[in-house]
């Protein structure tokens, strides 16, 4: 059941939704061109049948593609934006064709629409080329997933080197790494002692200690030192190419689109054509039947005024003005739809290093021996870690800086990968590092060191132990009340991440999460994800990179912390820049809101448009102009815009 996971929606999208943007495009220029002509022929009174041929030719050249679509749907069942447009357009074209051609005008206070049915045909299919495109930039660029993939290996022949692309390596290899290079297949090392960045395929933002025997993955970059290692699986095979498989299939997932203008038109179809029947009984009611067909004017004309072309812009200004505002506050929202997705989750998943914390690296605690001052604890260890690179090395420089502690003067060091620091200080001899390897040199260290639940870094200067440090993630501001503010809403917080158990657990308690998961890959982070989903859940997921991709593509919605313009930036739905952990939080606050918007632009665009319809009926018979119910339908596009520039404030 796992693995077939279905990724698409059971409900398929909208026909119109299927069309590539790149047919509206041409089609709206073209339609934009006819309305133009159909202007410039109203101003200067040309002939109506003239007029009548450029609707036409608007309908066959340019809705075309619109009332294929409509027609799709409704054999579907559905009634989609097309199906609403093609009904309301439609009934425009047939009022200003009969009344063009017959001898007895219709029923109606203006004698032509030919200019109103042109309006919604072009802004319809701008609406509909805008949605296109944005379901186009939902998809996975799969090209640049080449950018992490390792590109050669040196291949062991005896004494010498060979250099080999990576996917001509085979099980049984023997490669050789420098330091500095990426591992070009998954293996065991050999020979050699290096530590390895794994964060990519991990996430956790500490090079791993690695000895004979260790298992080592293609893709993580090699920190220290030469080494050796036996390819056991080919880069075709390797855990990164699964990452990457994995991505490729989770495309379908994020191709699956939802637009507010389908969902709002089926409601809107039924109260137009409610009330443009209650126009059409009213006058058979009140003067008879005998005119029963040049009263149906009536009907085609509510039907085509009362749809209003601000129908296009109910959830378009307000996404426009959304995204502004957010932006405000750090979040750049790439899929708008996914809102409500948050809103109606049942499960979160949060990513501990970088999303939940920081990422990075802090002194924490400085403990110095007894006799031993914290300022000569900090000047010993920042002067053995003043040319080392690495994060507990940039932590340690940082809190010197900050204590404004003055390093001394190397003559030499050597760093020995996953143990610590051997550096020579004038006489002096420091050892920086793990607390075992202090202790197979020979040197007592503290005993409270047992009960640290963080990373620990013990001090020594020739043979003397000076005391320790610890260092740790941070969690972000905000997490706390993140956390409870989720709870509140009765979502179910899960903590899961790559690092081991003891780490997670403290922060799992810091931030007040009950439920963890630990040591977990990236496959295994997608496959708790798609389990939950299968027994009908709908998941967030909230990581911070390229290891959390695939559990991010597999979500109802994803949610990643990024300071820089990483490629898996366009894969996911709301990108958060901030340093605090609030912006999830606001993401609620930002739904709620731009709900009621929405909605409200919904029923002012309705019942604006109605009432101009009344208001014209109302008028008869003395005849209008058309430029009439065309300025007040864009009136209403103002009323709209108005309304949805409330979006730019978020809080």
Request: net charge positive; glycine share 8%.
């Amino acid at each position: 059941m796992t693995q077939q996971l279905p990724l698409l929606s059971s409900r398929p999208d909208p026909a119109a939704l299927s069309v590539p943007s790149r047919a509206y495009t041409y089609r709206f220029f073209l339609s934009a061109c006819f309305l133009v002509l159909i202007l410039f022929s109203l101003t200067f009174r040309h002939s109506s049948v003239g007029i009548f041929i450029l609707c036409l030719m608007d309908f066959l050249f340019c809705a075309d593609v619109l009332v294929r679509s409509a027609g799709k749907d409704i054999w579907a069942g559905r009634f989609s934006f097309a199906v609403l447009i093609t009904v309301c357009a439609g009934a425009g074209f047939i009022y200003s064709a009969l009344n063009t051609f017959l001898t007895v005008k219709l029923y109606g206070p203006v004698a032509d629409l030919s200019l109103y049915t042109a309006l919604l045909i072009t802004l319809a299919l701008w609406a509909e080329r805008r949605l296109a495109r944005e379901k186009e930039k939902a998809r996975v660029f799969i090209k640049k997933l080449d950018d992490f993939l390792p590109k050669s290996g040196r291949l062991c022949e005896g004494r010498r080197f060979r250099k080999v692309f990576a996917g001509e390596l085979k099980k049984g290899d023997l490669i050789f790494v420098k330091p500095g290079e990426r591992l070009p297949a998954d293996g065991i090392l050999r020979k050699g002692k290096t530590s390895i960045d794994e964060q990519l395929i991990t996430g956790n933002m500490l090079p791993t200690s690695k000895t004979v025997g260790s298992p080592v993955y293609a893709g993580t970059l090699n920190k220290s030192a030469d080494v050796y290692i036996e390819v056991t699986e080919v880069l075709e095979n390797s855990a990164l190419m699964s990452v990457i498989n994995a991505i490729k299939q989770g495309e379908r997932h994020r191709s699956t689109f939802k637009s507010v203008l389908d969902s709002c038109s089926a409601w809107a179809l039924v109260v137009l054509l409610l009330a443009a029947g209650g126009a059409y009984a009213g006058l058979l009611h009140t003067y008879g039947t005998d005119k029963w067909f040049l009263y149906l004017g009536v009907f085609l004309f509510v039907l085509t005024i009362a749809c209003p072309v601000a129908w296009v812009f109910i959830a378009v200004f307000p996404f426009f003005f959304t995204r502004s505002g957010a932006r405000r506050v750090k979040i750049k929202i790439q899929n708008m739809y996914v809102l409500e997705e948050l809103f109606r989750s049942d499960t979160v998943f949060f990513d501990k290093t970088g999303t939940l914390t920081y990422g990075e690296l802090r002194v924490s605690g400085i403990y110095p021996a007894e006799g031993v001052t914290q300022k000569y604890l900090l000047e010993t260890i920042a002067t053995a870690e003043q040319l080392v690179d690495g994060p507990f090395a940039d932590a340690i420089n940082l809190c010197a800086k900050e204590h404004k502690i003055r390093t001394r003067r190397l003559l030499c060091f050597d760093v020995l990968p996953g143990l610590g620091v051997e550096a020579t200080c004038g006489e002096d001899k420091i050892l920086a590092g793990r607390t075992q390897w202090l202790e197979e040199r020979g040197i007592g260290v503290s005993a409270k060191i047992a009960t640290a639940a963080e990373a620990v870094v013990c001090v020594a200067r020739n043979g003397k132990f000076l005391g320790y440090l610890t260092l740790s993630d941070e969690l972000r501001p905000g997490a706390k009340e993140t956390i409870a503010l989720l709870k509140s809403l009765g979502k179910d917080i899960v903590l899961v991440s790559g690092d081991n158990e003891t780490s997670v657990a403290v922060m799992a308690r810091a931030a007040g999460i009950e439920k963890m998961n630990f040591n977990v890959l990236p496959k295994t982070k997608a496959e708790i994800v798609s389990n939950l989903r299968a027994v009908g859940k709908r998941v967030v997921m909230v990581g911070d990179g390229f290891n959390d991709i695939i559990a991010l593509l597999r979500a109802d919605a994803g949610v990643v912390f990024a300071s820089g313009r990483n490629v898996y930036n366009n894969w996911v739905d709301v990108i958060v820049k901030g340093r605090d952990l609030f912006p999830v939080s606001y993401l609620f606050t930002i739904n709620k809101k731009l709900r009621r918007v929405i909605i409200t632009n919904a029923i002012l665009a309705l019942l604006l448009n109605g009432m101009l319809a009344a208001g014209l009926l109302w008028r008869m018979p003395q005849a209008q102009g058309w430029a009439l119910p065309v300025g007040g339908a864009l009136a209403v596009v103002l009323i709209v815009l108005l309304n949805s520039m409330r979006m730019i404030k978020i809080k």
